[in-house]
């Protein structure tokens, strides 16, 4: 839902930073989020991410980077 928490940790397991999920907009049969989580530092090889209590999804530095995270929750 709208206002989610989002938690990203560094390849050590520390929160390095918070956010939220946005509006969200149908698409098919799901529903796609903007994700906005500011100031995350660089610095770590990969991230951890995660919506709400729904589990960590592993993103590379480049593709943190460059914005591209995508999940599937169900």
């Not at 149908?26 to 995660?50: H, L, N, Q």
């Not at 589990?55 to 593709?63: D, H, K, L, R």
């Amino acid at each position: 839902a709208e206002g989610a928490s989002v938690t990203v940790y560094d390849s050590a397991g520390k929160v390095v930073a918070t956010g939220a999920l946005g509006t969200g907009k149908p698409k098919s049969a799901a529903c796609v989020f903007p994700v906005r989580v500011p100031d995350v530092p660089g610095g770590s090889k990969f991230y951890r991410v995660e919506v709400s209590h729904r589990g960590q999804i592993t993103v590379t530095a480049a593709e943190a980077k460059a914005g591209e995270f995508a999940a599937t929750l169900g």
